[in-house]
């Protein structure tokens, strides 16, 4: 929200009140407190019929530093609060110099000299970070007498920012007005599904509002210096997170907010769905999975949408037998064809639906100040809405998801829950203004425990569309409705590497986009492009994404790229390993990757799919494609093609390919078994070593398919022109150099040392 009326004027009926000095402190050990007056205090006088401003500062965990900045205390804070499970005993160090506080925590420190004008100044390695100056420290009213908090931090000559979630704007956030509210607005607004008051930047640090409601932040766009982020409220907390690298930073803020679940390995493989309104029944589904097996497309997931229950009763969790006259039986047979299966749901009660009349009666649904349950007509007719800050809400609504399960259902896409009204009550006097954006981690939590609980630890998973900071616990997240063209694909990834730079480990999209019919040709590029994210999921609304609907083309295409991840899942599970141990996503923005190549700041049309493969979508209809190479020699492990870095390459692709590079000395491992992502990965695995220099050494980890464990490990070493290999693997393996088509070793011994002649 912006209040001022350029640098020297405030907007109309705004009055700010800033921070000007120290004028006393409270310190401990481990932590200080400064009163900060909103005026320079000359006399005794000075001090009455103003506002003084309490700053607390500590830290929760070794390289955090948290600031609350306090008007009055004496407010009632109602809730929801985000859970910190990584806050622990306070892990910083206060010291005093004369007038000079500092607060130290690993390699930050945050200094304050109490006898200058205000300033809270963060830094590391000897270098500062940012700051709170003049104006980064205090409240603001406006003209309807509203009372918001506000806080300014510095952006150095040249600094980025990014993150603040899923948001399908410019990459760069700089210039931006985002404000942390969530909405169903597709991707091709300013609005967002996944609003994170996480920000991190190129300078080697992040910064966490901890605030769950609306945070309104002015990325460079008000203060052209600064960012700066406001709420109303009369306290405002916020955590400086140091890395010095971005992995780092986000290791850190997923340590303190939560680190993500590891998904079972089955989900790595491609998902089918009915689509939303097309016409289905149980003849289709079969003709669809029928159709697939036909064609040689290996089909993990089975997802069936909304129309599975009956039209204008969602949710009422009960099958439409008209449409599927023997569900468990139909579900029986899917299982018979190992599949998955995944079910459409929200948190949303039709009137219609025989659990409004029963929800209503128990006290499960939310209610306006008046009693009277909150309705509207809007997606569902009279619709309602689970309290889920009710205890026995949840047990009522998962209560039902457990016949689902006992069924045969393996998991659940969790649509929806940004709709949530500010004009209710809610059972635990939860705030309504921030229950709106927490609402949808409730929701999340309480269907992601319940799959915890029914399919055991490591088998869990949702396809989750909203999500808040903190939802990153419970993966997989999609990225809603998007339009069928090239520019939806764009803004998609744009939206998805956002995300991954908010702390969310695992992400997918729309293969073919949902709403309209991709063109043959755009839907050939989505499916390349998905099957190399995360997860992979065709979907559509009023169109089938079945390949053979796009042309022949199409399912050489789909078949290709879907037998191409089955070989990579062993590589894949262990990036998402790393996201699970480390918070680092599967899906990296170039920067998070090369923090140090400043050409990667901008580009958000290019990933890595975990640590060593590039890849760069086509989004033309001719097949260029224009794309950056980082330093290095780097080698398309589908055409062997090899080129060096830095920099811009513009290519032209055939629809079997696409620029998929391997870093210069990777070793990526290849499955043997490419018609399903669960496999024997260390059986026969192939290690395919690429650009390896002299003296490079890479670690290898064959991860298990069960868990964070692994199944095998190889070192893998060049001196001179030997390659040595030595692992634990009682396994047969290979290994291959000079690209797909190159030199192929075949080893069939266990645990050993192996050398090669190194060839290209």
Request: proline share 6%; hydrophobic share 35%; net charge negative.
């Amino acid at each position: 929200m912006k209040f001022t009326d350029g640098y020297w004027l405030m907007r109309p009926g705004c009055t700010a009140r800033h921070a000007t000095e120290v004028a006393d402190v409270r310190t401990d050990d481990q932590r200080m407190t400064l009163y900060a007056p909103v005026k320079h205090v000359s006399r005794r006088g000075d001090t009455l019929n103003s506002p003084l401003l309490t700053v607390e500062c500590w830290s929760p965990a070794e390289g955090v530093i948290g600031v609350r900045t306090t008007h009055h205390a004496g407010s009632v804070r109602r809730g929801p609060e985000f859970a910190l499970p990584g806050a622990g005993p306070e892990a910083g160090k206060v010291r005093r110099d004369g007038a000079v506080l500092e607060l130290v925590s690993g390699e930050l420190t945050l200094r304050v000299d109490t006898e200058q004008p205000w300033r809270l100044e963060f830094s590391a390695g000897g270098h500062v970070l940012t700051s709170a100056g003049e104006r980064g420290t205090g409240f603001v009213t406006d003209a309807e007498g509203r009372h918001h908090m506000l806080g300014q931090l510095s952006l150095g000559v040249g600094e980025l920012v990014y993150g603040l979630g899923e948001h399908f704007t410019p990459f760069v956030k700089n210039g931006q007005t985002v404000d942390i509210w969530q909405a169903d607005g597709g991707t091709s607004s300013e609005q967002a599904y996944k609003n994170i008051p996480f920000h991190l930047t190129n300078r080697g640090y992040g910064v966490f509002v901890n605030h769950p409601g609306r945070v309104s932040y002015e990325v460079g766009s008000e203060a052209v210096g600064q960012v700066q982020f406001s709420v109303e409220d009369q306290s405002l907390e916020y955590f400086v997170v140091h890395g010095p690298t971005p992995k780092q930073v986000l290791e850190r803020y997923t340590a303190l907010t939560g680190r993500p679940a590891l998904p079972p390995a089955w989900a790595l493989g491609l998902w089918l769905t009915t689509s939303f309104t097309t016409d289905y029944d149980e003849a289709t589904v079969g003709r669809f999975i029928d159709g697939m097996a036909e064609r040689g497309i290996p089909l993990s997931v089975f997802h069936f949408d909304c129309f599975w229950m009956r039209a204008y009763q969602w949710c009422d969790f009960d099958w439409d037998t008209e449409t599927f006259p023997d569900p468990e039986g139909m579900l029986v047979r899917l299982k018979q064809r190992g599949l998955r299966v995944c079910a459409w749901i929200n948190p949303y009660i039709a009137q219609k639906s025989p659990l409004f009349e029963e929800g209503m009666r128990e006290g499960h649904l939310v209610r306006r100040p008046d009693g009277s349950v909150w309705q509207w007509d809007l997606w569902q007719p009279g619709m309602a809405l689970v309290d889920f800050t009710d205890p026995a809400a949840r047990d009522w609504y998962t209560g039902k998801l457990r016949t689902l399960l006992a069924q045969g259902v393996d998991c659940f896409k969790t649509d929806f829950g940004e709709r949530v009204p500010t004009d209710v009550v809610w059972h635990d006097g939860s705030d309504p203004e921030r229950m709106h954006n927490y609402y949808t981690h409730l929701y999340n939590q309480a269907v992601f425990d319940l799959l915890r609980e029914e399919r055991g630890e490591g088998e869990a998973m949702l396809f989750a569309r909203s999500a808040t900071a903190g939802g990153q616990q419970y993966p997989v997240h999609w990225g809603g409705d998007c339009g069928s063209h090239f520019n939806a694909m764009a803004e998609s990834l744009r939206g998805g590497l956002s995300l991954g730079l908010s702390g969310f480990g695992f992400w997918s999209h729309d293969i073919g986009g949902f709403e309209g019919t991709p063109t043959p040709t755009v839907f050939k590029r989505w499916v390349q492009f998905g099957l190399l994210s995360s997860h992979s999921r065709l979907h559509g609304s009023r169109s089938y994404r079945v390949p053979w609907d796009y042309g022949e083309e199409a399912v050489e295409v789909t078949r290709a790229f879907t037998l191409l991840k089955h070989r990579l899942a062993p590589y894949l599970q262990r990036a998402a390993q790393q996201a699970h141990t480390t918070g680092v996503p599967v899906m990296r923005a170039m920067v998070l990757e090369f923090p140090d190549d400043p050409t990667t700041g901008h580009l958000d049309r290019q990933y890595m799919l975990g640590d060593d493969l590039l890849v760069a979508p086509v989004f033309t209809d001719d097949g260029t494609v224009e794309y950056y190479v980082p330093e290095g020699t780097w080698t398309n492990i589908l055409t062997g093609v090899r080129g060096t870095g830095p920099r811009w390459v513009r290519e032209q692709h055939g629809f079997h390919t696409l620029p998929l590079l391997a870093r210069p000395d990777s070793v990526v491992p290849f499955a043997a078994d490419d018609q399903r992502p669960v496999s024997a990965w260390a059986d026969d695995v192939e290690l395919r070593v690429h650009a390896f220099a002299d003296g490079a050494r890479r670690t290898v980890v064959i991860p298990s398919a069960n868990g964070a464990g692994a199944a095998a490990r190889f070192e893998v070493r060049r001196e001179g022109d030997r390659l040595s290999v030595t692992t634990d693997s009682p396994h047969p393996w290979r290994l291959r150099t000079g690209g797909p088509d190159g030199t192929l070793h075949t080893n069939a011994a266990g645990p050993a040392t192996t050398e090669f002649r190194y060839e290209e």
